[in-house]
């Protein structure tokens, strides 16, 4: 029988929905059948397109006698993440500190009244890889539970309040200086892997924010090492696995150090935020390699990720079913069990030689690394023994050379069989999309297009991102209370927003006032960032709170000090609001943008590199408005003729 996650509305939970686990939604009536039953609460946070979420899943939340369990001893809420970040960042601070890592899925334990006492990941079906089992895990807290409640309860409390003082504690003020911008410029710079691209050793998480920074850094410094280690690093990154050859976007990271296997998740905010970074790349260059992955992310999100009314989806997965099988619930419920990571985009020897005509199979097999024995060294898990993860390591100049065919008779061989293959992929089953539109993801893209069509000088881009910010407008802003929607989903615009998709959304509309001169869009981002200041605004020691306080079972207010896969809301906020006072004149602005920074800066002195979309608002902050780009705007330079 189905659960009482039933009736959400988020993928992620209906994906849960006939477990036999007794779920509840985060709310008050479970933490009312916890006080009343002298429970512990379980807290299970994840996504819909987490891997190992749906490996946990499987092992365990399928499980009857783990369901069991749980259901005996525990009161067990299931969250995602991305419908409440609020939730996810409280109790993911708690399980860091705790444990020195985290990740999804996250499980962690609380008393009834919401006090983390025990966290972790993955946990797996019985004890291996020397860790506890699931099971286990849930016997020990029982046990403890029942005979050390105290102590318990004790310990949850003082790790909330270190939480509290972490983000509350005050800092002198700093203002925003160049040594700032040197510092994080030269910590990112020694952690660039000279052999490889990218930054630091695999796994490979791009942080896209990062090349706006060093972006931002050679305009200011002419340093050629800034440019050069943020361009190959985009080429590598385009040239390597994580790149959908076929289709175009990218994937969530690289799994390995070389950019060769994926993980194969494709979130909308890694295509805005590197769309944006693609875009800026070709604007330097004009090296037409970058216009090439900027078109293609786009054209990828429009093509499968745009509602009808305009917005945005959320996600697709990396896990599928592979060709053939069927599944075993409906799409978008219960995860089907024949589903395997990576089968949507790998391909064997032999299907590609079947597809394909002789010439262009051998041009293809070559440019995209392609072996009989498949392309994929190290594969532990042994998802993709005998397949192919394209990645292109040569240029058709020497794949040519190889074929003994002209540069341009190699390039036609090599696009018509992408045509052909992409035609192919279409009718395997396809990933689960998540197709709930998360306000601040939107935001992103919004803007990312809006620049996109400056710079590359396509129409249609900017048709979708007004297309998508009168869908934010219209179906998630009240106009009578001046607030945003987190989620729109299924006819629905539900939770509260938070300030990163205040500062998300109105970073969209100042790129679109950029892009089109609209003052329309100017006075809707004047608007989302004076409620952005009523809400979250902390008038004691400046800066913005993560949430407005006002849902009483978030027990910290947070201020997130990352920029990570996606940026801070307070680096966002701040370079909107220096974009602001600049284009309007308006000294609240400077005057909320200089106490902002001078927060954050703070908070940060000894390590800028954290924050690099913050340094790239103390970079504007510093320079003189250019004449040609009035407005501010995050790009490199004035836009493309």
Not at 5 to 32: M, R
Request: with cysteine.
């Amino acid at each position: 029988m189905p659960n009482r996650l039933s009736t959400e509305k988020s993928p992620y939970l209906l994906q849960h929905a006939d477990n036999p686990v007794d779920w509840h939604p985060w709310g008050e009536a479970a933490f009312k059948q916890a006080r009343e039953e002298n429970k512990p609460i379980f807290l299970s946070i994840g996504y819909s397109t987490c891997h190992w979420c749906h490996v946990m899943e499987r092992e365990s939340f399928e499980n009857a006698q783990t369901a069991a369990l749980l259901n005996a001893s525990f009161v067990s809420i299931k969250v995602d993440r991305e419908e409440r970040p609020d939730i996810d960042r409280v109790y993911m601070a708690a399980v860091q500190t705790m444990t020195g890592s985290g990740g999804w899925p996250m499980s962690v334990f609380l008393t009834p009244d919401l006090k983390p006492f025990y966290g972790g990941t993955y946990f797996p079906p019985a004890d291996m890889y020397g860790r506890p089992g699931f099971p286990t895990v849930l016997a020990r807290i029982r046990q403890f539970w029942d005979e050390e409640r105290d102590k318990l309860e004790e310990s949850g409390e003082r790790l909330l309040e270190a939480l509290r003082e972490r983000h509350d504690e005050p800092e002198d003020r700093l203002d925003p200086q160049e040594s700032l911008l040197r510092t994080a410029y030269e910590t990112i710079r020694a952690s660039y892997d000279a052999e490889n691209a990218g930054f630091g050793r695999g796994p490979k998480f791009p942080r896209p924010v990062v090349f706006t920074f060093l972006f931002r850094y050679y305009r200011r410094t002419g340093d050629p090492e800034a440019l050069r280690i943020a361009l190959t690093t985009l080429m590598a990154m385009a040239s390597g696995g994580m790149y959908d050859h076929l289709g175009g976007g990218f994937h969530r990271y690289s799994v390995d150090a070389g950019w060769r296997v994926p993980h194969f998740e494709k979130m909308l905010y890694d295509q805005a935020q590197l769309l944006r970074a693609y875009t800026d790349a070709f604007e330097i260059t004009r090296d037409e390699f970058f216009a090439v992955v900027a078109r293609e992310t786009a054209d990828y999100v429009l093509r499968e990720m745009t509602d009808a009314r305009g917005g945005f989806y959320s996600a697709e997965d990396a896990d599928s079913l592979e060709s053939g099988a069927q599944p075993d619930a409906a799409p978008g419920t219960t995860r089907a069990h024949e589903s395997r990571e990576g089968a949507f985009y790998v391909w064997t020897y032999s299907e590609i030689g079947e597809l394909l005509t002789e010439d262009e199979a051998r041009v293809f097999r070559l440019y995209y690394s392609v072996e009989e024995r498949g392309n994929v060294a190290s594969d532990p898990h042994g998802e993709f023994t005998g397949k192919n993860i394209l990645f292109a390591p040569h240029t058709i100049d020497a794949v040519a050379a190889r074929c003994a065919l002209s540069a341009d008779d190699a390039a036609a061989l090599l696009s018509s069989a992408k045509t052909t293959l992409l035609a192919a992929r279409a009718v395997r089953p396809r990933p689960l999309l998540d197709d709930k539109i998360i306000t601040a993801w939107n935001g992103m893209m919004i803007a990312a297009l809006a620049r996109a069509s400056v710079v590359l000088a396509e129409d249609r881009y900017l048709a979708a991102a007004l297309k998508a910010a009168d869908f934010v407008v219209t179906a998630l802003y009240d106009t009578e209370r001046k607030t945003l929607a987190r989620r729109y989903r299924d006819g629905e615009a539900s939770n509260e927003a938070h300030l990163d998709d205040y500062a998300c959304a109105a970073d969209g509309m100042l790129e679109l006032h950029a892009a089109t001169s609209d003052s329309r869009w100017l006075d809707v981002a004047a608007a989302l960032t004076g409620a952005q200041e009523a809400l979250f605004w902390d008038a004691a020691a400046g800066g913005f709170y993560e949430t407005s306080g006002k849902d009483p079972s978030v027990l910290v207010r947070m201020k997130e000090m990352y920029d990570g896969a996606e940026p801070a809301g307070n680096s966002v906020a701040a370079m909107n609001l220096i974009r602001l006072s600049r284009v309007s004149g308006t000294v609240r602005y400077q005057s909320t943008a200089r106490s902002t920074l001078r927060a954050l800066c703070s908070k940060v002195r000894h390590v800028p590199h954290m924050m690099p979309l913050l340094m790239s608002a103390v970079d504007l902050w510093l320079s003189v408005p250019d004449e040609a780009c009035t407005d501010g705007a995050c790009g490199i330079s004035p836009a493309a003729p």
